[in-house]
């Protein structure tokens, strides 16, 4: 195999990857992209489980960084379903000429740094490369969860996790079905499936909250209005914290009046998605207004379950928001379906699966299909899975053994000239992805651009920074209520996994921050270091 030379190898083909490609060949560097999949998407290749779609509104989940692309561009629906965010991503590369420049079938197996030439030495499937530069485009939910359930190899029957969907389409009519799980992926499935299914049977360990996306075809007078003011629209995203346009209140709840948060509430319910939690300023920051939120959702449950018993099980006992607010078509109306039933994993845990389907308290269920819509090892996984090696041949899974430490999400200390997009510290999953992955896009490739310009060979973050950043992360959610409860924000859906809080919570303070590091000539940063 030969050896390839380049400036900066891009690791996943997603939407960061993608826009990563077009920006730093624009720049005039040798780029490449390696994708593990046999096409590009990333997120939105792998989990095309039916019913899989956005839960932020099209006209928001979409690349700002070339007016004409999103002038030309005509979203179907307010919320886009997976295929054709698919297209989307398919028509960008085709229109900016980026397939040429990625490698698909090529899986990052090692990528080490070699001190003496001050260059990452990457193995792929597929050969090696030489390259000054590596960015981690790997994505935040790219890493299956999938639990050791006693016995799961035994299961003869169709098994498929919602993170890995086969690309060949699955057909679940006249199958008896079980899903195990019940957060936003099972959450958008159950409905599609429970029309096609004989029988499917929820495996629910945690009641969730839900909020309806009340989804439909684009509004053309409304997508006119944003497309005739689109920059000044996306500068409403920059100013949110969570970066969606259109959830800047100030108003808090407990201020508020019986009646006025319950007219409130339901204008929410009905017409925000996961901008329900924006209906005031302190549903978040609160925990006696998050619970009227919470006492709300639940109640919304009550109202739409037929069955009291199942409502009851459904109903989330946690803070609103706690762990990752879901949107769905037609969640809780499935659950008044004869064919669907929920199992309460709490009274009747799994006990094992067997060659016919699973053991759950005293009961056998058979069933021909077994979902595992068990969620991932988020934000850290897609990056601990591959062998990366540092400086003296640090690994980085080792290094992070107690806990995640970057300095703003975007650089890691004994990983010289290794960027993350979105990495932990940054607002990441706690924000619009697309607007935050572009950030980063833009910060990066300027940062290697002025590291050229400037004769600089390598870039690298101090433990003291990162430390410093990862302090301030946590503080910054202690304000919040988002470390009340157990959710992928703090790793504690990963047995194994250090339990601290990672993403960066405000988009305003943090593009800030970034700003402000980078006009400084990478303040905090350290350049050439000689040992
Ligand atoms: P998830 O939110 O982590 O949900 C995983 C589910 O599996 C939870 O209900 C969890 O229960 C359950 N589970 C995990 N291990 C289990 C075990 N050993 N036994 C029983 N149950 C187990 O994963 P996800 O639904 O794939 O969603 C992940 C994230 O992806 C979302 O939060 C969202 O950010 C993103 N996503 C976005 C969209 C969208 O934009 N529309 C759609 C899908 C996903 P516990 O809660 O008890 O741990």
Not at 181 to 195: D, L
Not at 444 to 464: G, L, P
Request: proline share 4%.
């Amino acid at each position: 195999m030969s050896l390839r030379k380049l400036d900066v190898v891009i690791v996943g083909a997603g939407f960061s990857g993608l826009f990563l490609l077009h920006k730093l060949r624009s720049s005039g560097f040798s780029v490449a992209v390696i994708e593990k999949a046999d096409q590009l998407g990333g997120t939105w290749h792998w989990n095309r489980y039916p019913g899989a779609r956005c839960d932020i509104p099209s006209l928001q989940y979409s690349y700002q960084f070339d007016e004409d692309l999103q002038q030309d561009w005509n979203w179907s629906e307010k919320y886009s379903a997976q295929p054709e965010i698919l297209e989307y991503l398919n028509h960008v590369a085709d229109r900016f000429d980026l397939k040429k420049d990625i490698e698909f079938n090529a899986e990052v197996i090692s990528a080490r740094f070699n001190e003496e030439k001050s260059l990452w030495e990457i193995k792929t499937s597929q050969g090696e490369i030489e390259t000054k530069f590596c960015v981690m485009a790997t994505g935040c939910l790219s890493a299956p969860n999938t639990p050791d359930f006693k016995g799961l190899d035994d299961f003869e029957g169709q098994l498929l996790h919602t993170g890995k969907w086969p690309q060949t389409q699955v057909d679940f009519t006249d199958e008896s079905v079980a899903i195990i799980g019940t957060g936003s992926s099972s959450i958008q499935s159950i409905p599609v499936i429970a029309e096609q299914a004989k029988h499917l049977y929820v495996f629910q360990r945690t009641a969730n909250y839900s909020i309806p996306s009340n989804n439909g075809p684009m509004d053309p007078e409304q997508e006119a209005e944003v497309k005739s003011r689109y920059p000044e629209f996306r500068k409403e995203n920059w100013e949110n914290g969570f970066g969606i346009a259109g959830m800047a209140i100030e108003e808090m709840a407990v201020e508020d009046d019986e009646q006025g948060r319950k007219e409130k509430f339901n204008h929410h319910w009905e017409n925000e998605g996961l901008g329900f939690l924006g209906a005031y300023a302190d549903l978040m920051l609160d925990k006696e207004a998050n619970e009227m939120a919470a006492s709300f959702a639940r109640n919304k449950v009550k109202e739409i379950v037929k069955d009291a018993e199942v409502a009851e099980l459904l109903s989330p006992k946690f803070t609103i928001g706690c762990k990752r607010l879901c949107v769905d078509s037609g969640y809780f109306e499935a659950f008044n379906r004869d064919n669907v039933t929920l199992i309460d994993l709490n009274t009747n845990p799994i006990n094992c699966i067997t060659s016919k389907g699973l053991m759950a308290g005293q009961e056998e269920y058979s069933v021909d299909s077994l979902i595992l819509a068990t969620g991932f090892d988020a934000m850290t996984g897609a990056l601990t899975r591959i062998d990366i090696r540092g400086r003296k041949g640090i690994s980085l899974k080792d290094q992070w053994k107690d806990g995640a430490k970057s300095y703003l999400g975007l650089g890691i200390s004994n990983f010289p000239n290794l960027f993350t997009v979105t990495g932990p510290g940054s607002p990441s999953v706690l924000s619009n992805m697309v607007p935050s992955l572009e950030l980063h896009v833009q910060w990066i490739s300027q940062c290697i651009e002025w590291m050229r310009d400037n004769n600089k060979k390598v870039i690298e973050s101090t433990k003291a920074v990162e430390e410093e950043w990862m302090t301030l992360v946590n503080e910054v959610a202690d304000l919040t209520v988002y470390k009340s409860c157990n959710s992928w924000y703090n790793g504690s859906n990963i047995d194994e996994k250090a339990k601290e809080f990672l993403p960066f919570i405000g988009v305003p303070p943090y593009t800030e921050k970034i700003t402000e590091v980078a006009e400084q000539n990478y303040q905090g940063f350290v350049f050439d270091k000689t040992n």
